[in-house]
């Protein structure tokens, strides 16, 4: 068995502290660090019963004190619980506590010090961060995750998922003449997340380090073919807007259109892909950009949903309690 402890004074009442406590889970959870870290589900409004988890962990409301504290136990082939209390001092200040004993069967033994020690340690600090700052009381230290944390954050983080272009974008229709190739990917939107799309569009300009690598190879290999090399500025042009449920931008050249489609909608955000081919050049260009395009739209995607995750928490979020 594993025993982990963190604890944190806090200068506020713990009652103050003790009603964030019982919104864990809710829609409006004001503690867990969602959307950075997979959200907390429960299968019910928070209470004793009540069953859920968060990733692929899976627990009970075990025992449950509204205000003070909260004990969850863990589901087979897990054994051992999870506990969040808030305790009053005498001196009108409280102290947080998050305390955990846990059964490491089998390839969980090496899993706890490689991987997941390192994992709960970054999110209960986080939970006590968001407490102490929805409680009213400056973090002088935030929680700041190590680069181990870092990369496996960023590998454990979701893919986009490839879906049909959405039928209910009113800017895709008639948007090219002829469409020779389209595709689309999508991520889910939290409710924390914002949803203008000059936002996503912002972030998802910003690829990761592999895919600046390949569009720099791109723009050094078009040369011969009489292609001009893309720029930002001009590749990614606005053409089109919905309101502010969509943005659409796009370039028009001698050898191809294309159009990129960024829709927030119904909890999701896709990115579509539009493409008209017009020549020989066009057609020998997208011959091979088409074998590299999912990959290089997936990566930007997906770095683009986890940067705005990052900073969608409660203590990321202006005035958010």
Known sequence: MVRNTHERLINAP???????LDRLSATDDPIWPAPAWP????????????????????????????????????????????????HPLDDGRCLARHDMLIGTPGADLLRWPLVVRHLHDTIVEEVLD???????????????????????HGLRWRRPCKVDPPTDSRLLPGALRRVDFADAFQVPLHPAMPSAPELWLKEFLQPPAVVRGLLMARNALVG???IRPASGHDAFAVVARDEDR?????????????????LTDDGHVTFTTLV???NRRGRLYWAVVRHFHPAVVRAMARRAHRQIALRSTPTARPGAV
């Open 14 to 20: 713990a009652k103050r502290a003790g009603a964030l």
């Open 39 to 86: 959200p907390m589900r429960l299968d019910r409004p928070l209470g004793v019963g009540a069953r859920g988890g968060h990733a692929g962990i899976r627990y009970t409301v075990e025992e449950y004190e509204p205000g003070a504290r909260i004990r969850f136990r863990f589901c087979a082939p897990r054994s051992g619980y999870h506990e969040l209390s808030v």
């Open 130 to 152: 968001n407490l102490q700052h929805g409680a009213g009381d400056r973090v002088a230290r935030p929680a700041r995750h190590s680069r181990w944390v870092r990369l496996l």
């Open 224 to 226: 011969p073919l009489g």
């Open 246 to 262: 969509e943005l659409m931008v796009g370039s028009d050249e001698e050898h191809l259109d294309f159009r990129l489609s960024v």
């Open 276 to 278: 008209t081919l017009h």
